[in-house]
């Protein structure tokens, strides 16, 4: 090949290359793609340094499949609400478009398109007025979006203050303490004081909007209310907030913005309780956010977050960029971000639709019920309300209606513990133990302190997903009373489990490589007490 008479192309590339092409080579022309031998070839691989040799994909691959096998079974994972399962064809498409950046507009305008519609048919479902322009992106996951939402009120909360020529440098937000941690590191990594409100049983383990007036003032920059708590899956009362709020506006002139955590709750409520009032119909909420990995039913590493009107959207988060090609906007913390979770979430809807994911949350609310129901009539008390009839008076005995809007809303969670009856015939069992010996059925249950408040209450939970079939259900509860009745039992597991208890550890090498070590950012004064979270969070 040759460009012109006098110019040879096939020398001038040679000549422009760094090294000779077999200069660093040990004559083996495919050294990565060698015969694979299992053991032999990973034998010699360092764990905590890069290798100085490659290995071949087969042995790489072999390696990590195998390690990977040891994480618990994502089906019998019943702590997460994180979504497992997608049918063959949303995988197909997934793995079709895992190569896309969807901030690239220039070059990926078809899933920039898809994700537009996505954020218009959730401004649908959450009832966005039409006078409006609603607006929203895509995010990695819920705790995002509620950066973004948080930021968006710290932002025209410090506009407003400085427009008044007042001080707007101690900004406060209001949440129950039984927030997720999300919320409470927006307000720690954007400098926002969090004012958290404590529950108590009675009211379910969340907000009571009553109690929350008391923490506002006129540096509060809005109350974000939780649709779905993660502790007993309860629906904290957005109308009654937004009510309270209007009220005090009309009072003291404060006018006190609502940002909803949907995180669960969004993908639930408008199917099963399509009449509750907490979405864009209640005028003071301003914004939204959500898990599409969530009861999106998309996998892990997608959330959602939507405003009512763009002009709720602060310009000091837009920016306006030219590099890719074309302009482009951009309003979210991380700048490129993977087409394919998106692309999945267009999936679902298309494939799905209303009624599909209508049929799932009420097949979710069905098999919570026959748990809570289960649990309840032995020997726990469940302290989730979706089983508890909204008037139980209308209801024959044994009977049970399938609509979701005859029981107290909530997420298809089950929380409960051991009654009281249970403890004080049983003194010698303790809680946490039916979380470990679930474990060794397979089952993942959390056993976790209920949140400011009530910080004695310990509490199991049940996520019941669209992966955990009736079926399922009956299984785990005959795993959750066959182990109660051994622990119970002066022969059983209960009689050896506290010696075991204070014995046991799984030593897992490597497990605290790359984490922080918790004697080096503890309290300056060494003798002062450990600063309280009062989350699943805790102060390192």
Request: contains cysteine; aromatic residues 8%; glycine residues 6%.
């Amino acid at each position: 090949m040759s460009l012109s008479r006098h110019i040879d192309a096939e020398q001038i590339i040679e000549q422009s290359k760094d090294h000779p092409r077999k200069k660093h080579t040990d004559g083996h022309s495919r050294t990565l793609h060698r015969t694979w031998r299992r053991d032999e070839d990973a034998a010699n691989v360092p764990k905590y340094t890069l290798p100085k040799q490659g290995i071949n994909s087969k042995a790489a691959y072999q390696l990590l499949h195998d390690e990977t096998a040891l994480d618990g079974n994502p089906l019998l994972n019943l702590a997460s609400f994180v979504h497992t399962w997608m049918p063959e064809d949303a995988n197909k498409l997934i793995l079709e478009n895992l190569n896309k950046n969807i901030v690239d507009l220039d070059e990926y305008p078809a899933a920039s398109l898809i994700h537009n519609r996505c954020v218009s048919m959730l401004g649908d479902l959450w009832k966005a007025p039409k006078d409006g322009k609603v607006i929203g992106t895509a995010t990695a996951g819920s705790s995002e979006a509620i950066m973004l939402g948080g930021l968006a009120l710290k932002k025209r909360w410090q506009e407003a203050r400085k427009a008044a020529g007042k001080d707007y440098f101690h900004p406060n937000i209001v949440f129950g303490a039984n927030a997720q941690v999300a919320l409470e590191k927006f307000a720690r990594y954007f400098d926002v004081e969090t004012r958290l409100v404590p529950v108590t049983a009675e009211d379910g383990f969340i907000m009571n909007p009553h109690n929350a007036l008391k923490y506002i003032d006129e540096n509060t920059i809005g109350v974000m209310v939780i649709l779905g708590s993660t502790y007993t899956g309860h629906f904290e009362n957005v109308k009654l907030m937004s009510d309270l709020l209007d009220d005090l506006q009309k009072r003291t002139g404060l006018d006190i913005p609502i940002h909803v955590d949907g995180a669960s709750g969004a993908f639930i409520a408008p199917f099963a309780h399509p009449h509750l009032k907490w979405s864009f119909d209640v005028p003071r909420v301003v914004s939204i956010n959500t898990s599409g990995h969530k009861f999106g039913l998309v996998y892990a590493g997608l959330g959602w977050i939507l405003w009512r009107d763009e002009s709720y959207l602060h310009r000091d988060l837009i920016f306006e960029l030219h590099y890719l090609g074309s302009v482009e906007y951009s309003f979210t913390l991380n700048f490129s971000k993977p087409a394919a979770p998106v692309i999945a979430q267009m999936f679902n809807f298309l494939n799905l639709g209303f009624e599909g994911y209508k049929r799932i949350a009420h097949k979710d609310l069905r098999n919570a019920r026959m748990l809570s129901r289960a649990l309840e009539s032995t020997y726990f008390k469940v302290l989730s309300n979706v089983h508890v009839p909204l008037h139980p008076e209308k209801q024959r005995h044994g009977e049970h209606p399938d609509d979701p809007e005859h029981y107290h809303a909530g997420l298809p969670v089950v929380a409960f513990r051991l009654s009281d009856e249970f403890k004080k015939e049983n003194p010698h069992v303790q809680q946490s133990w039916i979380q470990t010996l679930l474990r060794t059925k397979g089952w993942i249950v959390p056993n976790y302190n209920a949140p400011q408040g009530a910080e004695d209450v310990e509490i199991l939970r049940v996520v019941v997903r669209e992966t955990l079939s009736e079926d399922l259900i009956e299984r785990l509860i005959v795993d959750i009373l066959a182990i109660t009745e051994s622990l119970a039992s002066k022969q059983g597991e209960g009689s050896i489990f506290a010696e075991v208890e204070a014995n046991k550890g799984v030593h897992l090498p490597g497990h605290d490589e790359a984490r922080p070590d918790k004697e080096n950012f503890g309290n300056e004064n060494p003798n002062a007490p450990p600063k309280e979270q009062a989350t699943f969070s805790r102060q390192c």
